[in-house]
C-alpha cells in the first residue's frame, strides 16, 4: 500500500511561542496537503493544511509574539496590543448583535440559544444563561479539592455549535497542575496558522498565567492539537519569505 493512503501527524517540540510559530510555518510547508475548500470559510479557495499537528511550547511566557527579523518585508502577524484586547475577549462575555458566541461568553458567561415563535408566529431566539464561569470553577476546583484530577476542563463547542454558519475552531482547554505548574490542552477543529495561531496562542497563555496566579502555582507548557491547522492560499508566499524556503513549490 502507497504511504500516502495514511495520514501523516507531525509532532513539534518549540520553546516559546515564536519558535513554535516559526517550526510550524516551516513544517507545513513541507508536510502540508493541499486542498480547495467546499464548505466554510474561504469556499472554494485552497488551503495547505496537516493531517494533523501536535504542538508543545515548553516556555510560552518567554517570547509571545512572532518576531519578524529586520528587513524582512513581511506584516506582523499580531502584537501585544492585539494580544491584550483579546485577553479582555477571552475572559468577559461581552458579544455584539451580530455574533452568535464569543469565546470569551462560552468559557465565562455561557448560553443556550433557543429558538421560538412569539404570538405572532415570527421566529424568535431566546437565550437562557446556563450560570457557569468555567474559568472561575476550574480555579475553585484547584484552590479547594487540590491537583488530582482530571476533571478540570472548559469546554468552547456545544452540540447545537454544528448548525451554524461559523462554529467555533477553539473546542476545549484542558488543563493540569503538575510538577508545581498549571498547563493547557488544547484543541481546534480548524486553525489558521499565519494569523490566528500567533494571536490565540498569545492570548491564551495571558489567560493561563492569570489562572495560574489565581491558584498559586507557576505558569506551566501548552500542548495544542489540531486535525485543521491550515495556509490559506494568500499567505503561502508569506510563509515562504519567513522561513526562507522561497524556491519551494507547491503543488
Known amino acids: ?43 472554494g479557495q485552497r488551503r495547505l493544511e496537516f493531517d494533523l499537528a501536535v504542538i508543545r511550547v515548553k516556555h510560552p511566557a518567554h517570547q509571545i509574539i512572532p518576531i519578524i527579523p529586520e528587513g524582512m518585508n513581511i506584516p506582523a502577524p499580531t502584537d501585544m496590543e492585539y494580544i491584550q484586547g483579546y485577553l479582555s475577549y477571552l475572559l468577559t462575555g461581552t458579544k455584539t448583535e451580530t455574533e452568535d458566541y464569543t469565546y470569551g461568553e462560552r468559557l465565562v ?52 455549535d454544528i448548525k451554524l454558519t461559523d462554529p ?13 505548574k498549571l498547563h493547557f490542552y488544547l484543541y481546534f477543529r480548524s486553525w489558521d496558522l499565519w494569523g490566528g495561531f500567533p494571536s490565540n496562542l498569545g492570548g ?9 496566579d489565581e491558584i498559586g502555582v507557576e505558569d506551566g507548557e501548552i500542548v495544542a492539537m489540531s486535525k485543521g491547522l491550515h495556509l490559506y492560499e494568500y499567505s503561502w508566499e508569506l510563509a515562504k519569505l519567513r522561513t526562507n524556503k522561497t524556491h519551494q513549490t507547491i503543488v
Not at 123 to 147: A, H, R, S, W
Request: with cysteine; hydrophobic share 35%; proline share 4%.
Open 1 to 43: 500500500m502507497s504511504e500516502k493512503e495514511f495520514l501523516e501527524p507531525v509532532f513539534i517540540d518549540s520553546f516559546d511561542l515564536d519558535d513554535a510559530w516559526f517550526q510550524t510555518l516551516s513544517r507545513i510547508l513541507d508536510k502540508g496537503h493541499v486542498y480547495t475548500i467546499t464548505r466554510g470559510s474561504y469556499e
Open 109 to 160: 458567561e455561557p448560553k443556550v440559544r433557543i429558538k421560538q415563535k412569539n404570538a405572532a408566529g415570527k421566529e424568535m431566539i431566546q437565550e437562557m444563561p446556563l450560570d457557569c464561569n468555567q474559568v472561575e470553577e476550574v480555579i475553585k476546583i484547584y484552590k479547594t479539592q487540590g491537583f488530582g484530577t482530571n476533571q478540570a476542563i472548559m469546554e468552547i463547542g456545544m452540540p447545537s
Open 168 to 180: 467555533p475552531c477553539l473546542r476545549l482547554i484542558d488543563t493540569r497542575v503538575r510538577y508545581g
Open 204 to 212: 491564551l497563555q495571558l489567560v493561563k498565567k492569570y489562572m495560574a
